[in-house]
C-alpha cells in the first residue's frame, strides 16, 4: 500500500468514525441557513455586527503587537492599521445598518472581479475539461455583481442575510452528502 492510497484510507476511516457527527452538523447548518434566508434583515444585522467584533478584537491585538515593533516606520503603520480595524469594527458595531450598505456594496464590487477572473480564466483553459464549468461560474457572478449594484443600495439590508443562508444550506447539505455516503441507510 503505498502512502497516498494509505492516507485516503486513514482519512475515509476518520470520516466513517464522525458520520453521525457530520450528519448532525449538516442537518443544523440547513436549519440555520433556512433561518437566515427566512429573516435575511436579522441575519444581515448579525452578520455584520459580528464582522464588526472581528474587527474590533483583531485590531485590539495589532494595537498590543505595534508596540513590539522596532523603527518608527513600521511602528506608526502597524499602530495604523490597528486603529482603522477598531474603528471599522466599532463602526458595524454601533451602526449595522450603514455597515450592511457598505458591505453589500464591497461585495458587489468583489463578484465583479471575481466574475472578470474566472471569465478571461476559463477562455484561456478552453481547451481543457472543465472550460465551460468554471465559465458558467464568472457568468453567475457577473450576475450577482450586477444584480447587487444595480439594485445597491436598498437591497443592501437583505442580501448578506441570503447569501450566507445559501451558504450555510449548501455547505450543509455537502456534510449530510459526505455523511450519508460513508454510511447509507440500510
Not at 503587537?65 to 511602528?75: C, L, R
Not at 436598498?154 to 444550506?169: A, E, M, P
Request: glycine content about 10%; charged content about 5%; hydrophobic content about 60%.
Amino acid at each position: 500500500m503505498n502512502v497516498s492510497s494509505r492516507r485516503c484510507s486513514l482519512l475515509h476511516d476518520r470520516l466513517h468514525a464522525a458520520t453521525s457527527k457530520l450528519l448532525w452538523i449538516g442537518m443544523a447548518l440547513v436549519v440555520v441557513g433556512i433561518a437566515a434566508i427566512v429573516f435575511p434583515l436579522i441575519s444581515t444585522l448579525v452578520a455584520t455586527a459580528f464582522l464588526g467584533a472581528l474587527l474590533l478584537i483583531a485590531g485590539c491585538l495589532m494595537i498590543v503587537s505595534a508596540f513590539t515593533i522596532h523603527g518608527a516606520g513600521p511602528f506608526f503603520g502597524a499602530l495604523l492599521v490597528s486603529l482603522l480595524s477598531i474603528g471599522a469594527g466599532a463602526f458595524l458595531i454601533v451602526n449595522p445598518s450603514a455597515g450592511a450598505v457598505v458591505l453589500t456594496l464591497a461585495l458587489g464590487i468583489i463578484f465583479l472581479v471575481q466574475s472578470a477572473f474566472e471569465i478571461v480564466f476559463s477562455l484561456e483553459i478552453r481547451p481543457f475539461p472543465g472550460w465551460v464549468g468554471m465559465l458558467i461560474s464568472g457568468v453567475l457572478s457577473l450576475i450577482m455583481a450586477v444584480l447587487i449594484i444595480a439594485t445597491w443600495p436598498g437591497i443592501s439590508l437583505i442580501v448578506l442575510g441570503i447569501i450566507f443562508g445559501v451558504n450555510f444550506i449548501s455547505t450543509g447539505v455537502a456534510y449530510v452528502v459526505v455523511s450519508r455516503s460513508l454510511d447509507p441507510l440500510d
